[in-house]
């Protein structure tokens, strides 16, 4: 599948990037916490071609930790990290990953994940 697996623990966040990645006509599975996204992909990691990971998920493990399990189950998937401090911190995540820094557009991000997947981006009014 085609699927993106978006892990922000902002729910106000994960909404608007939400609907930008699915107004671009792609299929979103929310995580609210590193728990549930780790149960995701456990459950079925290969469904997903793209991670959208925030750095800072509040408690429990970070972005990176995610995106490093995800990238050992799925080695495939494409990553892109958003976060509100972004300065020196792409040492940490995992090889050929997008840094989005907060705040950013939505709909540029969207634009982002869908060149990343190799997709043309539908554009309003395109049938």
Same mark, same amino acid.
């Given at each position: ?6 892990v922000?623990d ?8 939400q =609907? ?11 995580? $609210? ?5 780790? =149960? ?31 990238r ?10 958003i976060?509100? $401090?972004?300065?020196?911190? =792409? ?28 997709r ?8």
């Amino acid at each position: 599948m085609n699927d993106v697996l978006l892990v922000e623990d902002e729910p106000e966040v994960a909404e608007l990037v939400q =609907e930008a990645l699915e107004d671009a006509g792609l299929s979103v599975v929310v995580a $609210h916490d590193d728990k549930t996204a780790y =149960e995701r992909l456990e459950r079925d990691a290969r469904r997903f071609t793209t991670l959208i990971a925030d750095i800072n998920l509040g408690a429990g493990t970070t972005g990176f930790d995610v995106a490093r399990r995800a990238r050992a189950l799925n080695p495939d998937l494409n990553v892109v990290y958003i976060t509100g $401090h972004a300065a020196h911190l =792409e040492r940490f995540g995992v090889d050929d990953a997008l840094m989005f820094p907060k705040p950013f557009d939505p709909s540029e991000l969207a634009d982002q994940v869908t060149m990343i997947m190799g997709r043309p981006r539908p554009r309003r009014g395109d049938a």
